[in-house]
């Protein structure tokens, strides 16, 4: 929490250039502007310094790479249009070992190609955000909404014994301040960064505050590429091929997944007190639960929301003991079930915990979460507590 | 590795003798650029091509505003070889890292040093897209015809009929094709601002890729555009081959497989004829 609950000390606004419906001037800003997730994600990121972007067209994220093809030139930043998803990651690659604050985004195919680079920035200790707009799979799957990549995002992703934090954000309004949120842990920890938004997240249109954060640079740091002048010579990398040497920088790795996973697990709750279904879910899952929970609570089921924000490191202590008196738990994703199998370890077994789950680019209807949530409540016992 | 600069002696006119009257001239000093000794095979041209690039940047005094960008290969070590600031690749990427590198740090001297394998298969989209636009960094493009690092696999560039760990008969084209003239093929490319082809056979060649190596290194200094320069060189364990061999086959039969050569330099006039409108070549009316 250490870091996410810190604002960049230079909070000062950042204006706008052309915030969309207000016809290029900016002046008197509107208190609210109706502006679609993608391209608040890419504004907030332009807001919070970045250096550099590097993409590819995708559906549903094509939007975001259109803004920045058009803003960064206007801000005088780098922006390149790769030849493909594994020429955009490794763009961002070489961005970021000269110092730049870098933004890839993608969707779920295209991010699987990065999977590649991804490992070894992880294991170079290059730090980087990624955005994964989420569409419906496997293979090319659909273009409708889904969290089909959770496990890839947070278990694995590329090759290798690496995590990256995997913020969730279930608002337009929550991205935009996740954005900033992930360049502060991506340098302050000095790895990638995945936000994980999905097709309706970058789709929808909903009104935020047009004045987005800016986020400080710490001071220069000792590993940059420079140019060796005047100075021995660095070099990043990820190989080693002494066993003794690479499993003393796993070490080192891991030393750091470990700084993350106790200083910033992020999530929310609503209704948990005394709640005898806990409905966990995150981003536009976790937009229907609520209304679902709401539904549940006026027919008389004593139900709540658990919200994790960082899928990795997944908030497992604060949902067992949010859970500590339930009845079930119940895991609502647009997948098979992914995050269930999280949920379950954070249990560990102290609640039965089921699952309703929509694929493909479907959407479950609050009802049937609903519905699932009596399920979950009728089937368990609710006597050994 | 030339005679000449050999026959000189280290130390002749070097630091030190100053104070002596004797004039002597220095015919060759190992460059500052380069470090620990090479851990490549006895006649492999690797260690050959470092050396020209440590020199041609010690010349050129670039070197403390360098960045190296590797790959995956043999030359996986070069950050263990040159003195400069050095970023690893996944293979075949190099020319994507560069393009990132480049475009942040456009005031910094960036080149890639990349086999055959690497950017002559896996990286293919890669190169062909940054020298598409044109983008101002160097690739130093090392072609010694198979994968080296693995166990001497075939790889696009081996030559037909020859024989590798992976193309036990020779090089079969009716299966796998034909090789891959990268420098041809990129040198069509208006982003290429210097393109050159180069061998380190003998002595003379040796001197030509330095040559080579110096303009390319040159031309991003112009900031006009993409240069390479593709070295031919050996691989004496994979082809089979005793050192001597390997540079006389390099001499021979390599060199006429792939001819050496500048294709490309553009602010000097050098370019290939592509076909015009009204050119040479039949229209499609005329051809069906």
Redesign the interface.
């Known amino acids: 929490m250490a870091v996410l609950d810190q604002p960049g000390a230079e909070t000062l606004p950042h204006l706008v250039a052309s915030p969309p419906g207000t016809g290029g001037e900016a002046s008197p800003l509107p208190d609210r502007v109706l502006m679609k997730g993608n391209e608040a994600i890419a504004e907030a990121a332009i807001a919070a310094g970045c250096d550099a972007y590097f993409g590819y067209p995708i559906t549903p994220q094509a939007e975001l790479l259109e803004w920045m093809a058009r803003r960064m030139p206007e801000e005088g930043r780098t922006y390149v249009q790769a030849e493909s998803e594994l020429g955009a990651i490794n763009m961002a690659l070489g961005a970021a070992a000269v110092g730049a604050r870098v933004l890839v985004s993608s969707s779920s195919p295209g991010i699987s190609l990065m999977a590649e680079a991804m490992s070894y920035m992880a294991g170079s200790r290059l730090p980087m955000v990624l955005v994964n707009v989420m569409r419906g799979g496997p293979g090319l799957g659909s273009i409708g909404a889904a969290q089909g990549d959770y496990l890839q995002a947070t278990k694995g992703h590329g090759h290798g014994d690496y995590r990256v934090p995997v913020l969730a954000p279930s608002s337009i309004a929550e991205a935009i301040e996740l954005v900033g949120d992930a360049f502060v842990l991506a340098e302050r920890y000095r790895t990638p960064v995945i936000l994980l938004a999905d097709g309706i997240l970058g789709q929808a249109m909903e009104p935020v505050k047009p004045d987005f954060r800016s986020v400080e640079r710490l001071p220069a740091p000792d590993w940059v590429l420079e140019g060796a002048a005047g100075r021995d010579p660095r070099a990043i990398k990820s190989l080693d091929l002494r066993p003794e040497d690479l499993e003393r920088h796993n070490l080192v790795l891991q030393a750091v997944y470990a700084e993350i996973t106790a200083r910033e697990q992020r999530w929310a709750g609503e209704s948990l007190d005394g709640a005898e279904v806990v409905v966990v879910a995150y981003g536009t899952a976790a937009r229907i639960a609520r209304t679902a929970v709401e539904r549940a609570r006026e027919g008389g089921l004593r139900a709540g929301l658990f919200r994790p924000i960082t899928l990795w490191p997944f908030p497992a202590q604060a949902l067992r003991d949010a859970a500590r008196d339930a009845r079930a738990v119940l895991s609502v994703e647009m997948s098979a079930g992914q995050m269930v199998e999280d949920v379950r370890l954070s249990i560990e077994g102290a609640v039965p915990v089921y699952h309703h789950g929509r694929m493909g680019g479907m959407v479950p209807t609050p009802d049937e979460v609903v519905d699932a949530m009596r399920r979950a409540w009728s089937t368990s016992d609710g006597g050994a507590s | 590795m030339s005679a000449t600069r050999e026959a000189g002696g280290i130390g002749t006119g070097g630091p030190g003798t100053g104070g002596a009257k004797t004039e002597g001239r220095v015919v060759y000093r190992r460059p500052q650029l380069l470090s620990n000794p090479t851990s490549y095979c006895p006649g492999c041209g690797h260690g050959i091509v470092h050396r020209l690039v440590a020199e041609v940047l010690e010349e050129l005094d670039l070197?403390?505003?360098?960045?190296l960008?590797?790959s995956v290969g043999c030359s996986?070590f070069a950050?263990d070889y040159?003195?400069?600031?050095?970023?690893?690749?996944?293979h075949g990427?190099a020319a994507?890292?560069?393009?990132?590198?480049?475009?942040?740090?456009p005031d910094?001297?960036v080149f890639t040093y990349q086999g055959d394998g690497d950017l002559a298969a896996i990286g293919t989209?890669?190169i062909?897209?940054a020298a598409a636009?044109g983008e101002r960094f160097t690739t130093i493009f090392v072609n010694n015809g198979i994968y080296g690092m693995t166990g001497g696999q075939m790889a696009p560039t081996t030559l037909p009929g020859q024989k590798t760990s992976s193309s036990l008969k020779g090089r079969d084209v009716g299966t796998t094709g034909y090789p891959l003239p990268v420098t041809e093929m990129l040198s069509l490319l208006p982003g290429v601002q210097y393109a050159a082809r180069v061998s380190v056979a003998d002595p003379g060649h040796v001197g030509k890729a330095r040559q080579a190596i110096k303009r390319a290194f040159e031309v991003q200094i112009e900031e006009k555009g993409f240069s390479i320069v593709e070295v031919l060189s050996t691989c004496p364990v994979g082809w089979n081959m005793t050192p001597s061999q390997a540079m006389e086959r390099l001499a021979t039969e390599v060199t006429a497989a792939y001819p050496v050569g500048t294709f490309v330099d553009r602010s000097r006039g050098i370019a290939p004829a592509l076909p015009q409108p009204g050119g040479p070549h039949r229209s499609i009316t005329e051809g069906f």
């Open positions: 070197g403390g505003r360098t960045i960008v590797g996986v950050y040159l003195r400069l600031d050095a970023l690893e690749s996944p990427r994507a890292v560069a393009t990132g590198v480049k475009r942040v740090r910094r001297i989209a890669e062909v897209h636009r």
